[in-house]
């Protein structure tokens, strides 16, 4: 058994090596960061879409069933003009029936993949979502849903980021 303890230069050596290896990874990470086409702007989660409010977009019932429903990004809660995506958090609330949401740009095909899929019995369920935008002309992003037995669905979106 080795009794010795380290001795200080052996440890100040080891020390100086880790800051220097740690310093050298710094601009790594920082490029690494930098290299998409876009740059995420985080903001403090804000409520633009609330089927249950009517002070809110959408606030007028819940979501008609097998339609592209059309939604506003750009100008609230912080969302600049020229974002080009938004991070979101979808909400749906009260389902009437087990069933599926899905957030897309407005003007394109709508996509066969779910933001959140919910079951008869849930209350209330919620899932994180980066969507792209659309043109302004027609809202930015829309939601389609399908719930069984001609179901419905409420649905709350909140703003936590965009891309630009």
């Known amino acids: 058994m080795n ?3 380290a001795s200080p230069t052996r440890f100040a050596g080891t020390a100086l090596m880790l ?3 740690g310093l050298a990874l710094i601009p790594m990470q920082a490029d690494a960061q930098a290299q998409g086409p876009y740059y995420y702007y985080p903001l403090t989660p804000c409520r633009f879409v609330d089927t249950r409010d009517a002070t809110l977009q959408g606030g007028s019932g819940p979501l008609p069933r097998f339609v592209n429903v059309p939604f506003t990004a ?3 809660c912080g969302i600049p003009f020229d974002a080009k995506a938004v991070s979101i958090n979808v909400t749906v609330v009260s389902p ?3 069933g599926f949401l899905t957030m897309f740009p407005t003007g394109v095909a ?4 779910s933001v959140v899929d919910w079951a008869s019995t849930d209350n209330a369920l919620a899932n994180g979502a980066i969507v792209p935008l659309g043109s302004m002309t027609s809202g930015e992003l829309s939601a389609y849903h399908e719930t069984d037995g001609g179901g419905t669905v409420h649905l709350i979106l909140d703003a936590t980021g ?3």
């Open 19 to 21: 800051l220097l290896l």
């Open 162 to 164: 965009y891309f630009k």
């Open 74 to 76: 750009k100008g609230h």
């Open 3 to 5: 009794t010795r303890a």
């Open 110 to 113: 709508r996509p066969w993949i």
């Open 96 to 98: 009437t029936g087990a």
